[in-house]
C-alpha cells in the first residue's frame, strides 16, 4: 500500500508564504499524478492544483498567479509554494496520487492544517 506524508503547514499571516511537501512511499514510477485539495471549515473539499508525470500542471483559479505546484521524482516528493496568502486560504490541505492500475485508483494524505491570520 504506498502512503503519502504531507508537511510544511503552520500558520502565517496574510501576505505570507508556505512550502507544503508531500512524500510518496512508493517510486513515481507507480503515480500518474499528484495534486493538491484543501477543505475549509463547512466547505467541500476542493482541487488546488494538480501536477502529471510528464510535468503538466493545473490550478484552480483562486490559486493562479500565487500557488506553484512541483515534483522531485528522485526524492519523490510534490510541492504546493503558496504565496500571497489570504485568510480564505485557511483549511486542511490533502495530498492526493493517482496511481497506475487496471483501473487507476488515488489515496489520500492525511493533511496538514494550513492557518492565514489577518
Known amino acids: 500500500q504506498v502512503q503519502l506524508v504531507e508537511s510544511g503547514g503552520g500558520l502565517v499571516q496574510a501576505g505570507g508564504s508556505l512550502r507544503l511537501s508531500c512524500a510518496a512511499s512508493?517510486?513515481?514510477?507507480?503515480?500518474?499524478?499528484m495534486g493538491w485539495y484543501r477543505q475549509a471549515p463547512g466547505k467541500q473539499r476542493e482541487l488546488v492544483a494538480t501536477?502529471?508525470?510528464?510535468?503538466?500542471?493545473t490550478y484552480t483559479n483562486t490559486a493562479k498567479g500565487r500557488f506553484t505546484i512541483s515534483k522531485n521524482n528522485a526524492m519523490n516528493t510534490v510541492y504546493l509554494q503558496m504565496n500571497s496568502l489570504k485568510p480564505e486560504d485557511t483549511a486542511v490541505y490533502y495530498c492526493?496520487?493517482?496511481?497506475?492500475?487496471?483501473?487507476?485508483?488515488?489515496?489520500w494524505g492525511q493533511g496538514t492544517q494550513v492557518t492565514v491570520s489577518s
Open positions: 492526493n496520487a493517482q496511481l497506475y492500475g487496471f483501473p487507476p485508483y488515488d489515496i
Open positions: 501536477v502529471t508525470s510528464g510535468g503538466t500542471t
Open positions: 512508493s517510486s513515481m514510477s507507480s503515480i500518474s499524478a
